[in-house]
């Protein structure tokens, strides 16, 4: 061993320190190399290795030896990847360190370095780095300087600013713009074009520009051009790494899965305000004299003092500090008679506000009602500043809507008009300004002063209201603002909504997503693979826009864990990753870098030849160079080092010829052998080579190796190059000859991959301008060739160009014809294809424009003026426009234009009609293909100009539809054609002229399958008048049979009919015979009906026209004259085999949603007409929507015809399609044709009585579609039709609920129609009669009924008194209490009627007015027990299933209930008057009637809780479960009947009387078992149900439901709410549930209602520690063990291996009663028969947890002195490692004996005090008890004897933490019970190792599948019982040996309480014990209970047979004292 190898050997005995720091260098080297790979092996960051090596790298990286401080650094990289956050304490001196020493090493070291200040930032230690930056830009070497620069550029381009503060860069920055180094100036502007990107470009202009010269200004506003996107973050800090290691393992799995960040982080908004320092403004205030200035008598002075405030208060951020003085002095000066100064003073306090911000708020309130009044000034300048000055206080955040309520409502009252609308201006400003919640807040505030301000007499503060109003509807919705704006008259209410219409477009028009670019970002990046060097000044390239940062999605597999640091340098593999854009720009290099990099890739003697002076020797170098590379297997690793040699060595200035061949050669060899070419390396070459193909000698082998570069990288990015070149170089032949070269290179690739536009610029701009000729020929040349792959389409490019070069052109043109599809490219691109901009070939290559913004709102607006040379000027102008994009234009926003002149269309002037057929027909031509999206439907306009009687119009027409048929293929075209052919309005002329046009365009196709869609307007064409148009139509019919195929013309045959049928046959003979089509075909053209045909256009193609986004069935209009009698037409027989209604797309749901409820009639508008004709479309088959739509009324009466006969078999898709119907109706109300009419009335009747047999009821929006028509309408001026109408309002009264239609029949009253009026008091009256009961909560509205007796017509003041009369009759005397105030006169009239109504009731014996009513409410009593049970009846009746397919609203049965059993009203109008009345109404009443008796169950409620202790609570308590029944039965009730469409007014108040008994917990602790039952069990199911959140106001009625639920949970009797939760567990019994959706199965549904009854039992179990004491324990446990018994052991087995939740949460509960209650749990089994057989499964569960709890330490003991945890010892606490072991054991010991003084826990703390004994004998336990009493260590010595003896005879307590036992010893042996296996002898040290923390509020922790399986195992070991004795005997050992003395006394006296209870016959004792005696019970008693009776009475039990429940637990428990007694545990 050589001397140096010892020494090395020697050293590395030595410590860290000194290897690393020992002089010897290779002893360094090998140290650092040794702790770099002990860093990586290092797994945890909390290794204390770390904390040992942290301090040795401030050192280790300052070593002087360059080798061995770049294996420092490598050290360090991998110290800083295995460590974490903590590694920061050292990062101070350690960047100080390296910033001093490594920046100015080898590059690879300056690398390294790099890399280490990112991991440091990494690990959040970013101001030590930020700190070390500081030191090191101040490095009087630039070299160093640079680096730092651009590790600070790249901790920012990764980490972003939220982890790297800008602030602090932004202040390093200025004083390195005037660096006296190039390099290190370019950094810091690349630096600063980051900052642009994270922060905002203006942000950094502000804060920066002002602080750099003018030319680096000039430089960077160039470069900042290209800075576009926003940033994104692509490396997180390691503390997030940490937090998604899941996440990322995920998208290894899936691949490149957008993660949550990418979505949801955004780049932070970063406001300049914190970027900036804050500048103290009230020093050099003070001195600059401004206190005097303002107190200066001359307004100039003045005016300048305040100016000076103002210049310092334009900094951007201020200095807080107490401006007080400075805001009152510019209070008096906002009032300066001068108002130059007002101005300054105003613009003082805008600046003041925008600099303190928040720090200003409280002077803005002090300053803002004087600037509001300040607003009457109608100055310009001040008005101006004023306003600028009010949006920054809100802006700035000074004030908010809150604040300025107050001020706002009195400067809405200032008597100047002007301070009232700039004030509403103001807060219109705010609220756009505002974000949402602060509106909702304040809105209330608001709405009222708007308001009222609309009611303002100047229209400018009116219109400002409105814009305020409009502001608030954008941000909180219409909702809040309903009630409001019902207060206003039409024409207001409309101005407004079309405002807030207009806000909304404003908005959709303005918030389009912005998108940006860059998708996932990857999370761990530079930390994981190789680092990546970036350097700042490479963001100054001037060539392509600085993306935001660029996506590289690592696919393969990312490390993790423990080697997550291993691979230092290794750069990730990546399966499949997406690339990055490539770098094109080559950064520079020095001959010695290149010559370095190369290292032994070339022979030295070749470079160093290749630099010869000689020439023969440089051309054999090159040639042996040449050699080599051919030479070389991996080429493509050297690829981008070869070509720069080449460019430097020999380079491009090479003079002689061979060798600049030679040079070619080697690169056009290199770049058509590499896979992969760098476009860099094209870049590098691109010049040299344009330069050689100038030149006549190398021109061949330059164009050859520019077209190897095209197959390459694709001569899209050639070209793009090679255009500057030329255009710059100062050699015409490197143009002329260039150009040439691209002349090969078109033909060679085509134009698929070249940019079309720049290519002709290029040619126009620079070929063509040429002074040289032959660059001119060339360009020529070019533009041929373009023109043989693109078209003629060229030629509107180059219209600009000289007359002789156009001709030139044209000839060049004609040598090079276009063609096409078969110009194929000769060579192809090697390059990926996603690398290159490949677009389509042909025509669509050459570049669109895009004109929108050419298409301004003037121009369209000037397409409608009324001046018809404005109108034509416009016209012409889209001709330009067009013109100017060269004919070829882009779809975008090319919409509104369209519509603009689809209006020209129809103009008046026909000459402008043709100018604008004829630009459609342009715009149709430049736009191609995508003119059919963006027409909007036009060329139906267009095919309507063919109706004209011009020829010169009709071929206009015509030549536009050549153009559009130019654009779009032809059977995009064929719908609008057939519907043309079918418009009566088209005349015969334009019908034969497009018939011709069609024959034309046919003629030139051969196969074209759409045309048999124009066969059927063709043939009914054949029946014309016109012989023309029969020819026309013949010709085409001939052309249409050529070119569809035979089948398709078959299946059409049967539509034929007439001479087209005939005509079709004859054609189609030559095929083969068709006689039996012909003879069907006959048939179907007499006969009434088809059902076999097929319906014809079922796609886009087929004649369906599409509307909006909806498709529907083309709609073919019936011509005048039609022959057919009959209901069935021949264009009816295709549709006949289809079903009336397609209801399969239907959602009714959505389409109520858009109804505007009101109750007022409105006249249809035209858009709602529109709008039902499309949903007739839709919806109604075509025969049946093309009668009713028609304008003809007989064949409207034929629609409604076929609705009857369908209405029997078709109603539930008639109810899915009523409200589509209904408003068909209404729109019939509304014509005036009696005949349709009628019939409409003849039809509704049936139709109700249809729903009623269905028990549907009208819905809020179907009724508020149809009633208020129908009342209005009700008053129709003939007296039949009155009749009907009055009939049809009585049926629908009374099917729909009465309280629906009241509100309608009501606005009726306000009609201008006095016969409505009439009619509508006439309602009134038959509800009042009929109805009563239901609209008893709306009777004041009699007093609109009332106010009627005083109108001048007498019939409506006579019906008015006959209503109130029937009210009198029915209300008595009550009623003037409804009429509201009368004059005296009308008091008489009704005074006088009310005693004639008197006189006749008493004729015809009708007792008294009012006494039915009062007779109906004493009755209800009587009869109550009978109407609940048919209620209950008709209730269960009517639950059937729901189906989904048509939402039934079943008619509830409280409606029928109050019309046949409970006659005229139930409750009275007045309500009920006590207690007991009230819960009658709430059981037996309606709905709406319980409403009346729960307001007086709430007010004695809040009554009694007010006083608690009063007498009204008591007898409130003991009628509180009679209450809460009857609650929880109208649960269900009220919300079916909301369910109908009713208001769910009752839902709310049912839940809210629920909540106000429930807050109580006196009230809460009465209701009983079987009540909370049924409560509970309803209230989960309406949770659960759909149909919920679909009601009125549905979900506040969930919310509702929920905090309703928790408050039972919280007050209701927990023992109630645990036995009825655990029952609940089990499956619902299927008649509970309301109704079954027709996707959802029973199973489905209990799994759901299951998950919420566990949710419920979590809640409880969550609080049982601080609650064990209020709930009965027994009854739980026996709730628990019914639940388990009843599943059995079978299915418990099944349901643990499936993870069922509710055997999970019944395991979870008891686990938590064993661990709060320890081994006690087993004395409360008094209700659990313990001796049956085979045992219960209860029992092994407890000791299982018994022993399992143990095991962990975890057990609690409840007796009297606290809870005591297992966890309480220390041998339990990890961190007690540093005790010593007497220390431990001594603690041990303190904690034994603390248990055995419990009396709980004495017997577990003495067998653990013997175990101690046993494990250290020598240990003197009674040392530790010397201050102890002598009975004390009697006890525990006389305790230990006993435990020995246990131990000697084999008995161990069940619940003593043990070691778990193996699962074999609980089946071994005996087939009944054996004993446990013997304890552990090392159990203390088990324990100790176990380190578990016990969470005394940790209940969720099931036990786990093993413990199942092991209670299992104990449960079927113990089956087969074989005699008493072995029960006797063997159960002693394995159940009751846990039971402590305590727990045997709380047996004893339980059991003298049952005793007591059973002597008593109270049967209730036994089985609900006290709960607040569970174990602190008398001990006393264990002594009077005589042994021998026990026994006996054991015996006798037994023998007994069967018995009750608590004879059952009697006997157990006396079987199990005498066990006790027997010697299993003696008591101590």
Not at 362 to 369: A, D
Not at 381 to 391: A, Y
Not at 1593 to 1614: F, H, T, W
Request: proline share 4%.
């Amino acid at each position: 061993m050589s001397e140096e190898e010892k020494l090395l050997k020697d050293a590395k005995k030595l410590p860290w320190e000194d290897r690393l720091l020992h002089k010897n260098w290779k002893v360094r080297n090998e140290a650092n190399i040794d702790l770099a790979s002990v860093c990586d092996s290092i797994t945890d960051p909390k290794d204390s290795r770390l904390r040992d090596f942290g301090p040795l790298f401030k050192k280790t990286v300052t070593d002087s030896n360059a080798p061995v401080q770049e294996k420092a650094l490598d050290a360090l990289i991998a110290f800083l990847r295995a460590a974490d956050a903590d590694a920061a304490r050292y990062a101070k001196e350690i960047c100080d360190a390296i910033v001093s020493k490594c920046l100015t090493g080898r590059p690879k070291t300056v690398e390294k370095a790099q890399a280490a200040f990112m991991l440091w930032v990494e690990l959040e230690a970013v101001d030590a780095f930020l700190d070390a930056m500081e030191k090191g830009i101040k490095n009087k070497v630039a070299k160093a300087v640079v680096p730092a620069v651009d590790v600070m550029f790249q901790a920012l381009s990764d980490f972003g600013a939220k982890i790297v503060p800008p602030k602090r860069i932004l202040k390093m920055l200025p004083e390195l713009f005037d660096h006296q180094d190039q390099n290190v100036r370019a950094s810091s502007k690349g630096l600063t074009l980051e900052l642009c990107r994270w922060i905002g470009k203006d942000p950094v202009k502000s804060i920066l520009f002002e602080k750099m010269r003018d030319t680096m200004k000039k430089e960077l506003e160039a470069e900042l051009v290209n800075v576009t996107g926003t940033a994104k973050p692509s490396r997180k800090i390691r503390s997030e790494q940490d937090k998604e290691p899941e996440q990322e393992a995920m998208s290894e799995v899936v691949g490149p899965v957008p993660t949550a960040e990418s979505s949801t982080d955004a780049p932070p908004e970063i406001d300049e305000y914190e970027l900036v320092d804050p500048v103290d403004i009230l020093t050099p205030l003070e001195k600059s004299g401004f206190w005097d200035g303002v107190k200066a008598t001359k307004w100039s002075e003045r005016k300048d003092a305040v100016a000076e405030l103002t210049k310092f208060a334009s900094t951007k951020r201020i200095a807080p500090g107490d401006f007080t003085e400075v805001c009152r002095t510019l209070k008096k000066l906002i009032t300066d008679v001068n108002i130059a100064v007002a101005v300054e003073a105003i613009q003082a306090i805008g600046n003041l506000a925008s600099g303190l911000r928040l720090h200003f708020s409280g002077s803005s309130r002090f300053l803002l009602p004087v600037l509001l009044e300040k607003l009457k000034e109608k100055k310009p300048t001040l008005m101006e500043s004023l306003t600028q000055t009010l949006q920054a206080m809100h802006r700035a955040g000074c004030l908010n809507l809150v604040d300025i309520v107050e001020d706002v409502r009195t400067a809405t009252k200032n008597k100047v008009p002007l301070v009232r609308s700039l004030t509403l201006n103001w807060v219109t400003f705010c609220t756009e300004t505002s974000n949402k919640a602060v509106v909702l807040k304040v809105h209330k505030d608001y709405v009222p002063i708007f308001m009222e301000c609309l009611n303002d007499m100047t229209p400018e503060v009116r219109d400002a209201a409105f814009s305020a109003l409009a502001a608030i509807a954008k941000l909180v919705g219409m909702r809040p603002l309903e009630r409001s704006l019902e207060k206003l008259d039409d024409v207001r209410r409309k101005k407004l909504s079309e405002m807030i219409m207009g806000h909304e477009v404003g908005m959709s028009a303005v918030l389009v997503p912005v998108q940006t670019s860059g998708g996932s970002v990857p999370s761990l990046e530079a930390s994981e693979g190789a680092f990546v060097r970036k350097s700042a000044a490479s963001m100054l390239t001037g060539k392509r826009p600085v993306q935001a940062a660029p996506v590289i999605k690592k696919g393969g597999s990312i490390k993790s864990g423990a080697n997550k640091k291993s691979d230092g340098t290794g750069q990730l593999k990546s399966s499949k990753t997406i690339e990055a854009p490539e770098d094109v720009e080559p950064a520079e290099m020095g001959l010695e870098e290149i010559e370095r990099r190369l290292g032994s890739l070339l022979q030295l003697e070749i470079i160093s030849q290749l630099k010869s002076t000689i020439w023969k020797e440089r051309l054999e170098a090159i040639s042996l160079l040449k050699q080599q590379v051919e030479g070389l297997q991996e080429l493509d690793q050297s690829v981008e080092i070869l070509i720069r040699l080449l460019c430097a060595l020999p380079g491009w200035s090479e003079k002689n010829v061979q060798v600049q061949q030679q040079v070619i050669e080697v690169i056009t060899y290199i770049a058509s052998t590499v896979t992969k070419f760098p476009k860099k390396c094209v870049v590098l070459c691109l010049l040299g080579i344009s330069e050689r193909v100038a030149d006549i000698k190398t021109r061949a082998h330059a164009m050859k190796c520019l077209t190897t570069f095209c197959e390459a990288v694709g001569p899209g990015f050639i070209f793009e190059r090679i255009y500057k070149i030329m255009k710059e170089h100062k050699n015409p032949k490197v143009l002329s000859e260039g150009i040439v070269w691209m002349v090969s290179a078109v033909e060679d690739f085509g134009v698929s991959h070249l940019k079309l536009k720049d290519l002709i610029d290029f040619c126009k701009e620079t070929g063509l301008q040429s002074s040289a000729a032959a660059t001119r020929n060339a360009t020529i040349k070019l533009l041929g060739v373009v023109h043989k792959f693109v078209g003629p389409d060229i030629k509107g490019f180059l219209a600009d160009v000289k007359p002789a070069l156009l001709s030139a052109l044209d000839t060049e043109y004609e040598k090079n014809p276009f063609e096409g599809a078969s110009a194929v490219p000769k060579k192809t691109v090697r390059a990926s294809e996603s690398n290159l901009s490949v677009t389509v070939g042909g025509l669509d290559s050459l570049p669109r424009e895009d004109i929108s913004g050419k298409i301004t709102p003037t121009l369209l607006k000037s397409l409608e003026s009324p001046d018809w040379k404005v109108r034509l000027e416009s016209i012409e102008a889209v001709t330009k426009i067009l013109e100017e994009a060269n004919k070829r234009i882009q779809p975008t926003g090319t919409v509104e234009l369209f519509g603009a002149l689809r209006g020209r269309l129809s103009d008046s002037n026909k000459n402008l009609v043709m100018a604008t057929l004829t630009t459609i027909g342009s715009v149709a031509t430049a736009m191609g293909p995508a003119v059919e999206k963006s027409s909007k439907g036009i060329l139906s306009d267009v095919l309507k100009c063919l109706g004209d009687n011009k020829k010169h119009m009709r071929e206009c027409t015509l030549n536009a539809l050549d153009s559009w048929l130019g654009a779009v293929h032809l059977d995009k075209m064929v719908p609008c054609i057939t519907l043309a052919l079918t418009d009566t309005k088209l005349g015969a002329e334009g019908r034969k002229d497009l018939f011709d046009w069609l024959s034309k365009q046919l003629a030139g196709v051969s196969d074209f399958s759409d045309a048999v869609y124009l066969l059927k307007p063709a043939c009914s064409a054949m029946t014309d008048k016109s012989s023309d148009v029969r020819k026309a139509a013949e010709t085409c019919i001939n052309e249409i049979l050529r070119v569809s195929g035979q089948e398709t013309i078959e299946k059409i045959l049967k539509d034929m009919h007439g001479p087209a049928l005939a005509l079709v046959v004859e054609r189609l003979k030559p095929y083969g015979a068709f006689q039996e089509s012909f003879e069907s075909a006959k048939v179907m053209s007499v006969g009434p009906t088809s059902k076999s045909s097929s319906r014809v256009g079922k796609s886009t193609s087929n004649g369906v026209m599409k509307h909006g986004n909806r498709t529907m069935p083309s709609r073919a209009i019936v011509t005048k004259g039609s022959k057919t009698e009959s209901v069935t037409s021949v264009q009816d027989i295709a549709v006949q085999s289809h079903a009336l209604f397609y209801v399969k797309d239907s959602n009714k749901e959505d389409r109520e949603r858009m109804v505007v409820r009101r109750f007022k009639f409105e006249e249809p508008r035209l858009e709602q007409i529109q709008d039902l004709e499309n949903d007739m479309m839709r919806y109604l088959r075509e025969d049946l929507h093309r009668r009713l739509l028609s304008t003809d009324f007989k064949k409207q009466v034929e629609g409604l015809e076929m609705l009857q006969k369908a209405l029997p078999s078709l109603a539930k898709e008639i109810i899915e399609v009523l409200d589509v119907l209904l408003r068909w109706f209404v729109l019939q109300f509304c014509k005036s044709n009696t005949t349709c009419l009628l019939k409409v009335l003849e039809f509704l009747p049936e139709l109700f009585d249809t729903l009623k047999d269905e028990a549907y009821s009208l819905t809020e929006s179907e009724a508020a579609i149809f009633l208020p028509c129908l009342i209005e309408k009700s008053g129709h001026n003939i007296e039949k039709v009155r009749e009907k109408m009055r009939e049809l309002t009585k049926q629908i009264v009374t099917i729909c609920s009465a309280s629906k239609s009241f509100p309608y029949i009501l606005e009726g009253l306000r009609s201008k129609n006095n016969r409505t009026r009439i009619e509508c008091v006439d309602l009134v009256g038959f509800i009042i009669d009929h109805h009563g009961a239901e609209i008893s909560g709306q009777l004041k509205s009699l007093q609109i009924v009332a106010s009627l007796t005083a109108e001048r017509d007498g019939e409506i003041r006579k019906a008015a008194l006959n209503t109130l009369a029937l009210g009198y009759k029915i209300l008595g005397e009550d009623i003037w209490r409804y009429v509201g105030k009368l004059t005296d006169a009308q008091k008489s009239m009704l005074d006088d009627r009310f005693k004639w109504k008197v006189r006749e009731m008493e004729k015809k014996k009708e007792g008294r007015p009012g006494e039915a009513r009062a007779a109906l409410r004493r009755s209800v009593r009587e009869n109550s027990s009978d109407v609940a049970e048919q209620s209950g009846e008709v209730s269960r009746s009517v639950s059937g299933p729901i189906y989904s397919s048509y939402r039934k609203n079943y008619g509830h049965s409280e409606l029928q209930m109050d019309r046949q059993l409970v006659p005229q009203s139930l409750a009275g109008v007045n309500g009920p008057t006590d207690w007991n009345e009230a819960l009658d109404i709430i059981s037996f009443g309606s709905p709406e009637q319980s409403v009346e008796g729960m307001k007086v169950v709430c007010h004695e409620l809040a009554q009694a809780t007010s006083d608690p202790d009063g007498s009204a609570m008591d007898e409130l308590v003991k009628d509180s479960d009679r209450l809460v029944s009857c609650l929880a039965n109208k649960v269900a009730k009220t919300f079916d009947f909301s369910l109908t469409g009713a208001s769910s007014r009752s839902c709310k108040y049912v839940l809210n009387t629920l909540m106000q008994t429930f807050q109580n917990k006196r009230l809460a602790h009465a209701v009983k078992e079987s009540t909370l039952d049924s409560l509970i069990t309803e209230l989960l199911l309406w949770l659960l149900d759909e149909r919920v959140p679909h009601m009125d106001d549905g979900s506040q009625l969930l919310k509702a439901l929920n905090v309703l639920m928790l408050k039972i949970l919280d007050n209701a009797d927990r023992t109630s709410s645990f036995v009825v939760l655990i029952n609940l567990l089990r499956p619902l019994d299927p008649s509970r549930w309301p109704s079954l959706a027709s996707n959802e199965s029973f199973a489905s549904r209990n799994q759901k209602f299951s998950d919420l009854v566990v949710k419920c039992l979590i809640k409880l179990t969550k609080v049982l520690q601080s609650t064990i004491y209020e709930v009965d324990l027994d009854r739980i446990l026996q709730s628990i063990h019914l639940y388990l018994q009843d599943l059995g052991m079978e299915e418990i087995r099944r349901r643990a291996g499936a993870d069922d939740k509710p055997l999970r949460m019944v395991k979870t509960v008891l686990h938590e009663l064993v661990k709060l209650r320890g081994a006690a749990i087993k004395g409360h089994l008094s209700m659990v028969p313990i001796d049956m057989k085979p045992q219960p499964i209860i029992l092994a569960y407890i000791d299982l947890n018994l022993e399992t709890l143990a095991a962990a330490r975890m057990l609690t003991s409840s007796g009297p002195g606290g809870q005591t945890h297992w966890g309480d010892s220390v041998a339990n606490n990890p961190s007690s490692g540093t005790h010593s072991a007497d220390a431990q054991l001594k603690q041990e010991l303190a904690a034994i004996f603390k248990k055995i003084g419990d009396k709980q826990t004495c017997t577990i703390g003495l067998y653990e005090l013997y175990r101690i004994t046993q494990l250290y004998p020598k240990v003197d336990i009674f040392s530790q008890l010397q201050n102890a009493s002598e009975a004390f260590r009697t006890y525990i010595r006389d305790g230990l004897a006993q435990m020995e003896k246990n131990a000697a005879a084999g008995r161990t307590p069940a619940s003593l933490p043990m070691p778990t036992p193996p699962p074999v010893a609980l089946t071994i042996s005996s087939p009944d019970f054996t004993p446990l296996s013997p304890v552990h002898t090392n159990a203390l040290n088990d324990a100790k190792s176990l380190n578990v923390k016990s969470d005394p509020t940790n209940f969720n922790l099931p036990p786990s599948y093993s413990e199942d399986s092991r209670a299992i195992n104990a449960l079927t070991s113990s089956r087969g019982f074989t005699s008493e004795n072995s029960l006797g005997d063997q159960r002693n050992e394995r159940f009751i040996t846990g039971v402590t003395s305590g727990t045997l006394d709380a047996i004893r006296e339980r059991m003298r309480s049952m005793q007591l209870a059973a002597a008593a016959g109270n049967p209730d004792a036994g089985s609900r014990p006290l709960m607040s005696m569970n174990d602190s019970l008398n001990h006393g008693f264990s002594s009077q209970i005589p042994h021998a009776s026990d026994r006996s009475g054991a015996e006798n039990t037994v023998q007994s047979g069967v018995l009750p429940m608590d004879e059952k637990a009697l006997s157990g428990l006396q079987a199990r004292m005498e066990r006790l007694k027997s010697g299993a545990i003696e008591h101590l």
